[in-house]
């Protein structure tokens, strides 16, 4: 069976295009923001093992899977997941896992623009010189008078909002692929440069051992942000699978799993580009960007007696104050936040591109009219994360369960990183080997049925990733 579809949105120019698309996709704050505070509030080393494992485990057999089906379908994931459904003999309903994508890119875009807002403050603030000869303590400050102030989050979170409406209503594959050829590479050496600093605060090797040594105790019982153990009434440790769950959740955000979006990037691969290659260099570029973003920040946070648990402020507490004391600050940490927005950008573009792609297909709107409308709407529920670091910070919507103590921003965060991206994960894996024929997988892999490489991906989509993800979802919910 041979078919010859091509997506109405255009195509990626060539391998590299679709290379260098698919890691500004992946590579975001995710890698230098949530990743170093969420190791921070869970122990280090044994969480960051666990993240590194399912990545390897996880992610990359979904992520071959999820591009694998984006190019044999060529259209958003709903009508993908549609079309091939029906084409495998299995149910039309399979688009309801086009939907959940959508949501959850949805979703966590209207946090993500938020954050990505406090980068473009940061970007000000640093080439101001605001924080030149400060201590821990006055970095620290301004990034609590920061946050608590909505207006300021407001004006932000509305210009990131809209820099990421101006490049999809433009189309992603036009711009963006230039924009990320050079971009990539230079946040990559300033992270160096970065580490480089980090080496000589005195504190390196304590920030290696922290993120690199691993501790199972804080990783498997319950536990305060920053590490302590919390006993139940009997004086007992509380054992959990919910810091194992955080940690493959993080898998999933990081390398942009589960939703979509590293499908429809998928759907506009030219054919005959090896799809295990380009993937082991997407989920290998996200991995070490969010190690060497561990290996700046922990160092600094020792050095200074900060707390390594200090939640989603931690990297607007420690970088700044790096760069207030080295020599060239100034521009290096300006450079660094520019650089931060950029890769947020890149991404934030990648999350919205499933509902974008479905308006233009199915309602025939103009990718402009589409964009905005999706603009509007997501910066609107953004609003939620706004007010959860101000008026609403001691407000917990849902104040049960897994949800306990939680704010709006917690809540968003934790149901899309935690449940929905695993969930679309699991739900892709499935398909791609129990649904689809090994003949239709085998072929849009560019690979044989008898290759051992195939047949490595076979058993672990098959068996390995979905049980992994059964487990953990299972013990914790
Ligand atoms: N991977 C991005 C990051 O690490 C976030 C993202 C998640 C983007 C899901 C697209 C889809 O910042």
């Known amino acids: 069976m041979v078919r010859k579809r091509t997506s109405i949105h255009g195509e990626w120019s060539s391998r590299w295009a679709f290379i260098l698309a698919a890691t500004g996709s992946a590579v975001g704050l995710g890698n230098i ?20 494992l399912c990545i390897a485990v996880i992610g990359v057999p979904i992520m071959m899977a999820e591009i694998m089906i984006g190019r044999r379908g060529r259209q958003s994931p709903v009508n993908t997941m549609y079309n091939l459904g029906i084409e495998a003999g299995s149910t039309p309903h399979w688009k309801w896992l086009g939907w959940l994508g959508v949501a959850a890119g949805f979703l966590i875009l209207s946090y993500y623009s938020v954050i990505a807002g406090w980068a473009l403050n940061y970007v000000l603030e640093t080439a101001s010189g605001t924080f030149t000869g400060l201590k821990a303590e006055a970095v620290s400050s301004i990034f609590g008078s920061f946050v608590s102030n909505p207006n300021a989050l407001l004006f932000w979170h509305t210009l990131f909002m809209g820099m990421t409406m101006f490049i999809v209503a433009r189309g992603v594959s036009n711009g963006l692929e230039k924009a990320v050829r050079f971009l990539m590479p230079s946040l990559f050496i300033l992270l160096l440069i970065m580490v480089g600093y980090a080496l000589n605060t005195g504190e390196f090797v304590r920030g290696l051992s922290f993120l690199f ?48 979006a590293i499908m429809i990037y998928g759907s506009y691969l030219p054919k005959k580009v090896s799809i295990a290659k380009t993937t082991f260099m997407i989920a290998g570029a996200d991995t070490l960007v969010a190690l060497l973003a561990g290996m700046a920040i922990f160092p600094i946070v020792f050095a200074n007696q900060l707390d390594p648990g200090a939640g989603p402020g931690l990297i607007f507490k420690t970088l700044p104050l790096a760069f207030g004391n080295m020599p060239f600050g100034t521009l290096f940490g300006t450079l660094f936040f520019i650089l931060l927005v950029f890769a947020a950008w890149s991404s934030s573009i990648s999350l919205i591109e499933p509902a974008v792609a479905w308006l233009v297909e199915n309602k025939g709107m103009k990718r402009l009219k589409a964009s905005a409308i999706m603009g509007v709407s997501c910066w609107l529920a953004g609003l939620l994360t706004v ?91």
């Not at 923001?33 to 590194?52: D, H, Q, S």
């Open 33 to 52: 923001w949530k990743f170093p505070y969420i190791a921070g509030e869970n122990g280090g080393g044994a969480f960051v093992l666990v993240y590194l």
């Open 387 to 477: 007010f959860s670091f101000n008026a609403w910070e001691k407000f917990y919507p849902l104040n049960f369960w897994i949800f306990k103590n939680k704010t709006f921003f917690d809540v968003l965060d934790y149901i899309t990183a935690n449940i929905m991206l695993p969930l679309g994960g699991l739900a892709i894996a499935i398909f791609s080997v129990w649904i689809m024929t090994r003949e239709s997988s085998a072929d849009e892999l560019e690979m044989r049925q008898t290759d051992k490489s195939y047949n490595v991906w076979y058993f672990m989509t098959r068996y390995v990733t979905p049980l992994a993800v059964v487990y953990i979802f299972w013990n914790v919910i």
């Open 213 to 260: 040594e691993p501790n199972f105790e804080t990783l498997l019982y319950k536990h305060e942000a920053g590490g302590q153990i919390v006993l139940n009434t009997y004086g007992e440790k509380i054992f959990t699978l919910e810091y194992v769950l955080i940690a493959m959740g993080h898998a999933f955000f990081t390398l942009s799993l589960g939703m979509g």
